[in-house]
């Protein structure tokens, strides 16, 4: 079984600042992690995958998480934030082993705030 | 190049009614997967479809759900006899087979009176 721990449920930082939100997971297999954005009344998009390829995985709009396996973590960064950035996040794990790596366990997200 | 398309965007059953919620996979996928998401929490699997078949539906309620995927037309999700609690928004995602990255809809929010 696998699982995602958002832990917290709102961020909240300085246009500029730098972005953090936290993702740590719990799978018996190498998992498949991805990290989406969805804003209000949207659909989930995704901002960057891993799939056991290089362990830092750029995104779009300048995300980025690394895979630290020690630590069972794929935290999400970003340098600078900006006011479009403000949505809700949600990290995901994937059990490639299955072959269906589009069923995701998904975290219970986070909203980032972004104050001017 | 549509998306996934999901319609209605907004539904709204009485107690007891059946809602129908719909999902049109991307030109060239063939394998959808439902997602449910209530209030303040995260999505949760529902079920995952290839075309006339029923790949995973370990995450079903065990009534009143069913899913079906056709060889011609969109992808349905029914709830029959709707209660509160079905209240939240649904997603659909699609992918062109089982080991690609899957798009998602933009959702069917259902509410229950």
């Known amino acids: 079984a696998q699982s995602v721990t958002q832990l917290g449920s709102h961020v909240s930082v300085s246009e500029g600042a730098l972005v953090l939100l936290r993702c740590n997971y719990s799978s018996s297999v190498p998992p498949y992690l991805f990290w989406y954005v969805q804003y209000p009344n949207q659909g989930l998009q995704l901002l960057l995958k891993y799939t056991s390829a290089a362990t830092l995985v750029k995104g779009i709009n300048g995300f980025e998480a690394e895979f630290k396996k020690s630590e069972t973590s794929f935290h999400l960064t970003k340098p600078s934030a900006h006011m479009s950035d403000a949505a809700e996040y949600f990290c995901?794990?994937?059990?490639?082993?299955?072959?269906?790596?589009?069923?995701?366990?998904f975290g219970k997200g986070i909203t980032l705030s972004v104050r001017p | 190049n549509a998306g996934v398309m999901q319609n209605p965007r907004h539904l709204v059953r009485r107690r007891g009614q059946e809602a129908r919620l719909r999902c049109s996979p991307m030109k060239g996928h063939s394998h959808v997967y439902w997602y449910r998401q209530l209030p303040e929490e995260g999505l949760k699997f529902m079920v995952y479809?290839?075309?006339?078949?029923?790949?995973?539906e370990s995450g079903m309620p065990k009534e009143r759900f069913s899913a079906e995927f056709p060889k011609e037309g969109p992808s349905i999700l029914r709830i029959q006899q709707v209660v509160r609690g079905d209240s939240a928004a649904y997603f659909c995602?699609?992918?062109?087979?089982?080991?690609?990255?899957?798009?998602f809809g933009q959702g069917t929010r259902l509410t229950v009176v």
């Open positions: 995602a699609s992918s062109r087979d089982r080991s690609t990255e899957a798009f």
């Open positions: 995901a794990v994937s059990d490639p082993t299955t072959g269906a790596n589009s069923k995701l366990t």
């Open positions: 479809l290839q075309k006339e078949n029923i790949i995973d």
